[in-house]
């Protein structure tokens, strides 16, 4: 395969194709709408479903349609349509059914914009639906991380039969940046024997998230969170950057975390003993790691294109140890290098002064 | 080499394209490189803007604050992108389309008429190549031959009849950034 130079949105929709997506649904909104677009174009030559549904509650409810008879079934959307969609995740983690979400998240609440945000994070990381469940959430920060976990996100899916988010923001949708594609992967055969595949010859499967008795709901939960606590066991996923001797260790996931490497590298640059420390799975949220450092620096701190949610995560893995503040941009807007930078030398100061 | 190049202008003047074919021309060359429009409700016949980092490093942020190069195609993206080029940073001018010369001292400054050369050369549309063809006078980003062949493969079958005319624009830019560097 060779490095092209491609969109973000595009390369998401085609590395889902790569990862022998069967079927999407899905209803247009910027910033997102391109993904759909090249759905609409290549899934019906690969002879694959597309619909364009009537809207997102129609789209999600097709999905699970889909993902229900053991497909690899998908949507997309952006933060509004995310909303919209909510029962319908519901339904599908209750019923633990695979699919795969993707939200292209914009500034909020409410119909908010168009520009890049980070706003969803509590949205998709605590339920992203009713009930009492996390989904799998991981976020992306270039066009290649994108393609690499759209196809790890099919895996996971149908590893745990559960509800995968992949999310990024405008910046990261409408971007171009060089990035090569894997491979075509076959469709997957056969489908799993709890799909609705038709029942000839064997016992019925029955896929749904309704139980009325209550201990037989509760046992169900039981099995749904043992399947929780083993994904937050073993699918926490990070990457870090400097973080060996650092004092200071700035904590930011997908854009926003993209953005920080540049001030980082620019604090060394003037001496600052200062790390980069990037979630890529936003649930499980990797503590395990975010722990361990907090024995070893001095302070954390979060950048997040909204007004600290992420940041909670990080306070929890910091358990107190350590002091954990935070920068944020709303509303669409994008933080720049050199806020970030100023931010990390007031935090470092205050390092050095209280060491002193 | 490290280069944050902001390109400006209204919807139409192949502002994106410009910037787009930077892109390829760095990715052919094999540098790390990152293009990112604005897309929000203004583009639609308002202003149109983005934002190219080429770079021999891998590329962290893909937005500046400050830019080492901004080419600017009409007024408005003079007034707003002069100020935060970086000192010592390049300004491409667009002279038929802006009202004053840039006042700044600490910044390289070229001013062509590409929208009146273009003109000359047969189509106004060309004015994005004549501006391309002064940065790369001044900021020798990707070799001209890069862009040449580029040009060529982008423009395609469906407008090869445009190759000709695009080649001659960007080499008059190219001609004219090298004159005004003497």
């Given amino acids: ?356 | 080499m490290h280069e944050e190049i902001i390109f400006a202008g209204f919807g139409g003047q192949g502002v994106l394209f410009a910037g787009q074919l930077l892109a390829y021309c760095a990715l052919a060359e094999e540098k790390h490189v990152t293009w990112i429009p604005s897309y929000g409700p203004e583009m639609r016949g308002g202003t149109a803007n983005c934002t190219v980092v080429v770079s021999d490093e891998a590329i962290g942020s893909p937005v500046s604050q400050h830019p080492s190069i901004a080419v600017v195609f009409n007024n408005p993206s003079l007034e707003k992108y002069e100020e935060p080029v970086k000192p010592g940073g390049l300004l491409v001018v667009n002279e038929s389309l802006t009202v004053a010369p840039p006042t700044r001292t600490d910044i390289e400054i070229v001013r062509l008429p590409a929208t009146a050369l273009a003109s000359e050369l047969g189509d106004t549309r060309m004015t994005n190549m004549i501006l391309f063809g002064a940065l790369l006078a001044r900021r020798p980003l990707v070799q001209v031959a890069t862009v040449e062949e580029i040009l060529i493969e982008k423009l395609g079958a469906r407008k090869a009849h445009l190759q000709e005319a695009n080649l001659r624009a960007l080499a008059r830019g190219l001609e004219l950034g090298v004159a005004q560097h003497a």
């Fill in chain 1, 1 to 356: 395969m060779a490095v092209e130079l491609m969109k973000g949105n595009v390369a998401l929709a085609e590395a889902a194709i790569r990862a022998g997506v069967e079927a999407y649904f899905g209803y247009p909104i910027t910033p997102q709408t391109e993904l759909l677009e090249h759905m609409a174009k290549r899934m019906p030559e690969l002879g694959r479903a597309f619909v364009q549904a009537e809207s997102e509650v129609a789209a999600i409810n097709m999905v699970y349609g889909a993902a229900c008879t053991g497909a690899r079934a998908m949507t997309s959307s952006s933060s509004p349509g995310i909303s919209l969609m909510q029962e319908g995740f519901s339904y599908i983690a209750g019923s633990e059914v695979p699919c795969v979400v993707v939200d292209i998240m914009r500034g909020g609440p409410g119909l908010g914009n168009i520009q890049p945000s980070q706003s969803d994070y509590f949205q998709v990381t605590r339920s992203a639906g009713h009930g009492d469940y996390h989904a799998i959430v991981l976020a992306p920060a270039s066009v290649q991380e994108a393609i690499d976990l759209m196809v790890e996100a099919f895996d996971l899916a149908d590893e745990y039969r559960h509800l995968v988010f992949v999310v990024a923001d405008g910046l990261i949708g409408q971007m171009m940046e060089p990035a090569e594609l894997p491979a075509m992967k076959p469709i997957r055969r056969p489908r799993g024997d709890w799909a609705l595949t038709g029942a000839d010859g064997r016992e019925k499967n029955i896929i749904t998230s309704l139980e009325l008795n209550a201990p037989d709901l509760e046992e169900l939960n039981n099995r749904l969170q043992a399947k929780l606590a083993h994904i937050r066991e073993h699918e926490q996923r990070s990457t870090e950057m400097l973080t060996g001797d650092a004092r200071l260790i700035v904590v930011g996931y997908g854009t926003s975390g993209r953005i920080a490497e540049t001030a980082v590298k620019q604090a060394r640059r003037e001496g600052m003993k200062v790390g980069l420390f990037r979630p890529i799975s936003l649930w499980p949220f990797p503590e395990k790691r975010l722990s361990a450092l907090a024995d070893q620096v001095g302070a954390f701190l979060v950048v997040e294109m909204n007004a600290g949610q992420m940041l909670d995560d990080v306070r929890l893995a910091a358990g107190g140890q350590v002091p954990v503040t935070f920068y944020g941009r709303t509303g669409g807007m994008v933080p720049m290098p050199e806020e970030i930078y100023d931010e990390i030398v007031t935090q470092y100061n205050k390092l050095t002064t209280s060491a002193v």
